[in-house]
């Protein structure tokens, strides 16, 4: 019996190692359950190495070259926004017109933040590769050992990123069934996360099997980032992105304390936006800045130790292949890749009345910005500049 009773003692201590063991290795998996440090969380630095100066000549020319397109686009001043132009960091051109509010005639200037509307991806995707450079997480983890909610076993961060998740679109599965989304309620991040969970909301498509665009994608991003860092999202751009880089004109909008305040937005014939119950949500959009926050923001990211070298380059790699074609994605970034080798990377917004335009070309140096808040398709021909400064299929004469 002593015998017996030794071996059983000693299976249960056994079991016990064997249990606590799994707790402590799903401890480490689950990176929400850690406290990270304040002192550790990545931050995005400046461009430190002084640039290429250009000469008066060529800023001369490229910028007359700039508002000849600018006076064709936007006739008697009828832009309602801000446009920029820069290489190697240097503005060549900028200008700011009209109003962020109609009603008080309050001008756009400088200084004057709009919405980013799915710019915004761009910043959080980044957000996000400087944790997994800093290997606060992986670009392969599942998200559901960070976010313990989350319905979806195979989704991972990259395909969150790469828009290759399969999941839905939150603007649809809250809209369309009362039972899942009362819409006079404001929805949040966490709503959706939640909904997601407990609505047999089913996935569009098996995850990485195809592309689709979905700004479900990057409010879980944004969850993420606030797991990680345990910060509010606000905090956490703040922290790692914003107050490093030195953009003070640029926030992350919180629904309760800026609906009344911030830039308002107008259809084309200048009727006020109101907003609406989607309007809480962020990571996906809800980003405000100008143009001269973004270029500081667009240097820092093309800096040499932005990332390393292997990450970086994934950025920038085309993720669906799946038919033949130009136009990709990659981890937070539009990109069209023609045969001739020649890539040009952007990615474009439009929430509400606001449109926006992020152009980046690296090899070139250059940064285009172009963002309204009265509705306008216009701010996306800000692509045919870059055949200013590259060879790039592009047509500045064309309407």
């Keep these: 019996m002593n015998f017996i009773k030794k071996t059983n003692i000693l299976h249960i201590s056994l079991l016990f190692l064997v249990l606590s063991s799994c707790n402590k290795e799903k401890k480490k998996v689950e990176l929400s359950d850690g406290e990270l440090p304040k002192s550790t969380m990545p931050k995005m630095k400046p461009l430190q190495k002084a640039e290429t100066k250009l000469t008066a000549e060529y800023s001369n020319t ?76 992986d670009l392969d983890q599942k998200v559901n050992t960070i976010l ?39 929805l949040t991040n966490q709503d959706i996360l939640t909904i997601m969970a407990t609505k047999n909301i089913g996935l569009e498509f098996k995850t990485d099997t195809r592309f689709s665009y979905c700004n479900t994608n990057y409010a879980m991003l944004a969850l993420i980032i606030e797991k990680i860092t345990k910060q509010s999202f606000e905090d956490a751009m703040k922290n790692i992105i914003f107050e ?31 907003t609406d119950y989607l309007d809480a949500v962020y990571g996906d959009k809800n980003i405000y800045s100008t143009p001269r926050d973004l270029l500081k923001f667009d240097r820092a990211r093309n800096a040499a130790n932005f990332l390393t070298p292997e990450l970086n380059a994934m950025v920038y790699k085309p993720y669906s292949n799946e038919r033949k074609g130009t136009k990709n ?52 021909d800000v692509r045919k500049l870059s055949v200013l400064f590259g060879d790039y299929p592009f047509k500045i004469g064309d309407e």
Excluded: C
């Design 62 to 137: 490229k910028k007359h070259e700039i508002e000849a397109f600018y006076n064709k686009n936007w006739p008697n001043n009828s832009a309602n926004g801000s446009i920029l132009v820069a290489q190697n960091g240097q503005i060549i051109f900028e200008r700011y017109e009209g109003y962020a509010n109609f009603r008080e005639k309050t001008l756009i200037t400088k200084s004057t933040p709009l919405h980013l509307a799915s710019v915004s991806k761009v910043i959080t995707a980044t957000a996000i590769l400087k944790l997994i450079n800093a290997k606060k997480i």
């Design 148 to 186: 313990r909610e989350f319905p979806y076993p195979d989704v991972t961060i990259k395909t969150l990123l790469n828009h290759r998740s399969g999941i839905r679109n939150y603007a649809y599965f809250t809209d369309r069934d009362k039972t899942v989304w009362d819409r006079h309620n404001i």
């Design 244 to 274: 490093p880089l030195g953009m003070k004109n640029t926030y992350v909008f919180n629904y309760n304390r800026d609906k009344d305040t911030a830039v308002t937005s107008y259809k084309g014939n200048k009727v006020e936006i109101g």
């Design 329 to 380: 994605y990659g981890l937070g970034i539009r990109m069209v890749n023609w045969e001739t080798g020649q890539n040009f990377y952007f990615h474009n917004g439009w929430w509400h009345g606001n449109t926006s335009s992020y152009i980046t070309l690296p090899k070139e140096g250059v940064t285009i910005i172009a963002l309204s808040n009265k509705f306008t398709r216009k701010t996306y």
